[in-house]
């Protein structure tokens, strides 16, 4: 659990990252993403276990980039994040001019194909996981043949740094 302290120097930090992102001066919508955020407890789909090790900063639109900094802020800055594995459109989904409806991304069949890699793995359900203790279980399975397999057709994979954070053999 968070002391009082360490959470608003959490938001703080996300705060002034969204906007230096956003480019906006109205702190009325940073802090309303921000309480949302901080407060839920985040849906993650299964690959987005490995994009939010591996995020950079970009994305499909400033929405998207804004979301997914202060998603992966909480999840980086905290000890113990509760996050609900959901099979389906996430947390993450909700602000990309990807997603069409729930459970529609518009590259469907490539989405579930990564996820259901992502499951099949590392034997993961739809259910409550501690976010830190799965990705340090990811990592010490994780290997470059896994990594090619689940990620090889992402168009980010190969100028991105997922590979290089995640895998550790
Ligand atoms: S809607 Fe599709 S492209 Fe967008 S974050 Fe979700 S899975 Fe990725």
């Given at each position: 659990?968070?002391?009082?302290r360490v959470?608003v ?13 956003l480019?906006v001066?109205?702190?009325v919508?940073?802090d309303?993403?921000m309480?949302e955020?901080?407060?839920?407890l985040?849906r993650?789909r299964?690959?987005h276990?490995l ?6 900063g ?7 980039v804004a ?6 802020a909480r999840?980086r ?10 099979f389906?459109t ?14 529609l ?15 099949d793995?590392f034997a993961?359900g739809?259910?409550q996981?501690i ?6 279980e ?12 689940i990620?090889g057709d992402?168009s ?5 740094a997922?590979?290089d954070?995640?895998v550790c053999?």
């Open positions: 659990m968070m002391g009082g959470c120097g959490l938001t703080a930090r996300i705060k002034k990252g969204l906007a230096e992102i480019c001066s109205s702190r919508i940073i309303r993403v309480s955020i901080m407060a839920s985040i993650l299964p690959h276990l994009c939010t090790q591996g995020y950079e970009r994305g499909y639109s400033k929405e998207f979301n997914m900094t202060a998603i992966t999840l800055g905290e000890d113990k994040t509760s996050v609900q594995l959901v389906s996430d947390d993450i989904c909700d602000a990309c001019p990807q997603k069409l409806a729930e459970d991304c518009a590259r469907n069949d490539k989405m579930k194909l990564l996820d259901g890699k992502v499951c793995y993961l739809e259910k996981y976010y830190q203790e799965l990705v340090s990811i990592k010490a399975k994780m290997t470059a043949a896994m990594m090619d397999d990620c992402c980010w994979y190969s100028e991105s997922c590979k954070i995640i053999s």
